[in-house]
């Protein structure tokens, strides 16, 4: 089963996607952070399969993270900030979605992240 991280500042939007994931069986969520500091130790102890990530984060950007990714890690930006949009998929992001984030569109991003993996 596919594994996924999920990093994001704001509480109630993390906790939203938690929420919307977990109608996807098909993905375990193994944790979420809510810094920089805080998501580069759950990828040191975890290879995640789909990184859910926000851009703008305490002790930096979401960006800093994608050194410290696997070839495997599939990336979805969770964000409120469109203009990071053309940066993201630059660096091989798998979707970008914008908050709030609504269920039918994470419905698609999780089919595109999913059809990545099998790849």
Do not use: N, W
Request: some cysteine; charged content about 25%.
């Amino acid at each position: 089963m596919p594994t996924a991280l999920l990093v994001d500042d704001e509480p109630s939007s993390s906790l939203r996607l938690t929420e919307l994931l977990a109608a996807h069986r098909e993905i375990e969520v193994l944790g979420a952070a809510r810094s920089v500091a805080e998501a580069s130790k759950l990828l040191q102890d975890h290879a995640p399969d789909i990184l859910f990530l926000d851009v703008e984060l305490p002790g930096g950007s979401g960006l800093k993270l994608l050194a410290e990714l696997t070839e495997r890690t599939h990336v979805c930006f969770i964000t409120a900030h469109p203009q990071y949009a053309v940066t993201a998929f630059e660096v091989g992001a798998v979707d970008y979605l914008l908050k709030p984030i609504d269920r039918m569109r994470l419905g698609v991003a999780v089919g595109r992240l999913l059809r990545a993996i099998r790849v």
